[in-house]
Each structure stands twice: as C-alpha cells, then as structure tokens.
C-alpha cells in the first residue's frame, strides 16, 4: 500500500496525531517498566528458602530468662517441646528468616584479613539440619561432640571455640570455586582466629529480612550451638498438625514459666506471607497501572479513529466510488493506526530507557532488560490493531453514494 495519501492526511492532523503518539508512548515507557518490576517481585516471591516450609512453626517468646535460669530454662522448654504429639523436632535457634531479626558475620580464608571474602548470615541452634529440613549435599551434620552451649561461649573471658561449620552451596562455591570446601577452613564467628572447619554443605538457606546484595540471599552458614537463650523456637511437625502443634506447643512453654509473653505464633508459611505482603500489594497496583493505561490508550485510538472516519467520510465514498474495496479502506486506516504506534513506541523506547536509569539510580533496581522494549511494542501494535478495527470496519462499511450525499 502506498503510504504516501496517509502521512498527507496526518500531517494535515498534527495535533490530534501528535497526541495518540504521545500517549503511545508514554504508555510504552511505562507499562514496559511495570512489567520489569512485577518480574522482579514475583521472582522475589517465589525465591526458595531451602527449608520445609510447610512443616514449620515459629514461636517468639519474650522474657525467657528474666528472674529464672534461662540456661535450665530453655533445655526444659525443648524437652517438652520435643515430647509433644506430632512434633518431628524443635529446638530454640538465633532467628529464622522474615523475623525482623538477622545475625550476620563476614567469613574469611586467612586469618586477619584485611577484607572479607563475603558476609553471610549466621544461623545458631541444635540440630538445624533436621529442624529446619535442609538438605545436605555434601559432607555431613554436624556430631553431638561438636556442639558448644551458648550460655558457656557467652561468658566473658571464655575460652571455647565453635570447630565446624556447614555452609550453604552459594557460600561454598563462592569461597571454593571448582573444588569441595568440605575439610577447609574458615574464620568467621571464632575469637582469637581460630578457623572452623567445614563439614558439610546445604543446597540452601536463605538469609533473614534481604541482607546483603544482590545474588547474595542465599549467604548463610550454620554454625554448631544449644541451648540458645533467645525465646525463639522453631518445631517441625506434619503441614495438617501444625495448628494442633502450635496451640499445644504455647500451653507447654507457658507451664513452664509465667514470667514471658509469647509475641510471635505463626506457621512458617504464614511468615513467609506476612513477609511479602508489600511485595503482592505492589504487583496487583502495578498490574491495575498497566490495565488502566492500556484502557486509555485503546480509548483513546479509537475516539481518534471514529472521529477521522466521521471527518473524512467525503474521503472514503470517492475512494469507493473509484473501485477501492472494502478490504482496501480497512488496510488503509491500520495502516495509519500502524504509523503512528510505531513512532510512539520508538519514543517510548527511549522513554523506557530513561525511567529507568532513573530507577536505577533511586532505588538501586537492575538494568531493564532489552527483552521488554519488543514485547512492549508487540503489545502496543497489537492492543493498536485491535482498537482501529471497529471504526475502520464502519469506513469500510459506507456505500459510496451515501458518502457521497452526506456533503
């Protein structure tokens, strides 16, 4: 089709053709944005934390230790805990993750050294393989032997070390590229340089409340402590048992002691919910952005297309009465349609581009991947087709000696 008659015709309609291709683009830029940061909130929802998640269930306490021995106090709470009906495994721990509580240590190869290798998340309780369903891929769990209590380590002037660690694979293929870490050294947690030697290696466990940069949310290691005297207990029981458990589990700690409050009792997966409820609110606004640009923009054409189609209809009858066929005249106003998308999503490209530069540098968010710039302006083509059909359809619906007499 000779494209010639219709840049005539826009240039006679500047404005009204400078508009569509404003809004074009500008939604171009925007929605191809948006859907960049839903991707990123939906990966960010989906990251594995490497645990049994549907099996856990999380309790905070506090005043664990007040007036009492919090040492003797903690081992009665994770006997009883322990002996409860359906209970796998419990046991009191440093924090989980998403618990608005995250212990972080940098891990070394040498010691004093000037700079770290990495900074990971330190997780310390008993038996935390097993509590927390990680899954060794290397290596082993730690020996009863090489757990240290916490209450004796805390001591001022103690003398024990921590002799082992257990790494997460980020974390060991990070520090130990191409070769097993188990049997290597490590300085992290232990005064006076001692080094802890690595017996095992987690496929993963993620780091609590998204420290650390990016790639870095799996960092974490373990490190082989009881009795932790923090009112914080994790027990791992049947998905279908867990409120049976939890309800239990409070009436157990409360006989134990009345000088506590319990602040936090939750199934880990509604942690995990809690966790990212700003995340899920932001898509859901992002995708009603996307939708409501979407809805103005093919309003938008189409008021345009039925407005050109209502001024030309002169046009349109001579072009009938010439031989132009039905099918001619609907090319023709696609066509048009086509133009003008076309050099809307060109400057919404570059549009696109400088948002998020902007973003960038605000809110220290990845480069936009060139991905979205084409699937932007397939979109765009395509909601534009869509919209110019009805008034084209009814162009090329006019007998030409209507057209005609209409003038």
Partial sequence: MDIRPILS???RHKTAAALIVLEIALSCAIICNAVFLITQRLERMQRP??????????????GIGENENADALVKQDIAALRALPGVKAATSLNHVPFDNSSWNSSVSLQPDQPMPNLNSAVYLGENLVEN????IVEGRDFTPDEYVDWEELSKPGSKLSIPAVILTREVARKLF???SAVGKNVYSWNADNIPHRVVGVVDRLIRPNDNGGAGEEGYSILLPTKNMTFGRFVLRT?????????????A???????????????????????YYAQDRSMAWLLVAVIVALLVVTALGIVGLASFWVQQRTKQIGVRRALGAT???ILRYFQTENFLLATLGIVIGMIGAFGINQ????SYELPRLPALYLPIGAVVLWALGQVSVLGPARRAAAVPPAVATRSV
């Avoid at 049947?238 to 409070?250: H, L, S």
């Avoid at 134990?256 to 919910?273: A, H």
């Fill in 132 to 135: 927390l369903g990680l899954r």
């Fill in 252 to 274: 157990a700690l409360e006989r134990n002691s009345t000088r506590r409050i319990v602040l936090r009792q939750d199934p880990f997966t509604d942690v995990i919910t809690k």
């Fill in 49 to 62: 934390t490497g645990m049994a998640d549907t099996e856990l269930v999380r309790i905070n306490l506090a």
């Fill in 177 to 179: 590229p191409g070769e």
């Fill in 238 to 250: 049947d998905p279908a048992r867990r409120a049976e458990v939890q309800k239990a589990a409070i």
């Fill in 9 to 11: 015709t826009l240039r």
């Fill in 358 to 361: 902007m973003l960038m540098s």
């Fill in 326 to 328: 039905r099918g001619q």
